[in-house]
């Protein structure tokens, strides 16, 4: 059975690749560009992001998208946030000056440190494949159908800063440098990761978002 599920289209998504990836596992998408009458009434709803917090903040705005989001969460329906996505649902963005996000988590999203825990500088943005690992149980979560271990994709430059810890799902190591690379708050779900670009693993946790 096709599972409907809304992406929201705010200008600076990745939206080819989740779409596709989405469909692969079931879903019949739709595209949504500006806020509408009974968006929030969507079955499950996703917010994909490429590009600064700021700017995706201020599309939202323009769009509508930002009330959208936080009237849909409100109905307990499956949300899901893909990098910048999930970086917007936090309280402040500090990528190129303070910006506000949706405020629907606590916390911060922040740069990614420029040198490792050893003092050694190293690449930023951050680029490639890591290995997540369980900041909570992973029973009944959106990464329920993964390992710890498993290897996943990452592009960016800020990283979220929770301010509740049991709100991160998973993390990533960065040459010694902690990373949030999941969470899960109830029917609010983010991953910093591309899970369209993250093979198998990835494909298995959207899999598990059309399940949920």
Known sequence: MSIPVTVLDYGIGNLLNVC????????????????????????????????AFGDGMTEMKDRGLDDVV????????PFLGICVGMQMLFEVGEEMGEHEGLGLLGGRVISVPAAGLDGQPHHIPHIGWRELRAARPWDGSILQ???????????HSYAARPTDPSTTLAETDYDGV????????GNLLGCQFHPERSAAGGLR???RFLAL
């Open 145 to 155: 159908d993964l390992q710890p271990g498993m290897r996943v994709y990452f592009v």
């Open 178 to 185: 902690p990373i949030c690379a999941a969470v899960q708050k």
């Open 70 to 77: 936080k009237r849909f969460v409100q109905t307990q329906r």
């Open 20 to 51: 596709r990836a989405l469909e692969a596992m079931g879903a019949t998408v739709t595209l949504a560009s500006r806020a509408h009458a009974g968006l929030e009434d969507a079955s499950r709803m996703v917010l994909p992001g490429v590009g």
């Open 205 to 207: 946790m959207l899999r």
